[in-house]
């Protein structure tokens, strides 16, 4: 995709959604990590019902622990993969309170070295919570920046790191959440909305739907 193509596309999704958001519910950076450590595998919405009864009880290191492996799983049994996931928060929480005084590290090395956080769930909340121009790649944005020729990449990395390069710099703290939403409500998997896509015409998909 052209430069100018490349800008536009940015252009059209920005006056479209001028400050796009997580669909996550958090009120702090220790809670978005939580969210999305839990959201692996599982959808926004039923992440959300579980922490809006997780989080009033427990939204801290401390609070996680005093529950306990066994507790947090009382919450979270609705999600996927629960009896995983309460490990890997309960052993992440215990780095959390021990060496970071239990706030969340804005450094990328510290996250990647919690338990059950790599290097999407990173990305997640260096860009959500602290503002960094990273870029999250998860099927969705895999999907949009293959299909629109955007950033095509056989894989996960390959497309992040070309996204990196190709989004302009004024997009690049947005742009992660505009891509997800558009691959999630517009460029779906089975049916794309091509009718309906306001960035249609610059977008290289050659089998675009019609109605």
Sequence with gaps: MKPENRRELFARLAELNPNPKTELVY???FELLIAVMLSAQSTDVGVNKATKKLFPIANT???????GEAGLKKYISTIGLFNSKAKHVIAACEILQQDYDGEVPDDREALESLPGVGRKTANVVLNTAFGHPT???DTHIFRVGNRTG???GSTVRAVEDKLLKAVPPEYRVNAHHWLILHGRYVCKARK???PNCVIRDLCQFKDKTMA
Excluded: E, G, N
């Excluded at 290191?61 to 529950?67: G, R």
């Design 61 to 67: 290191p401390a609070a996680i622990l005093k529950l």
């Design 150 to 152: 955007l950033a095509k």
């Design 135 to 137: 870029m999250a790649v």
């Design 27 to 29: 009120s702090s950076p």
């Design 192 to 194: 794309p909305d091509c």
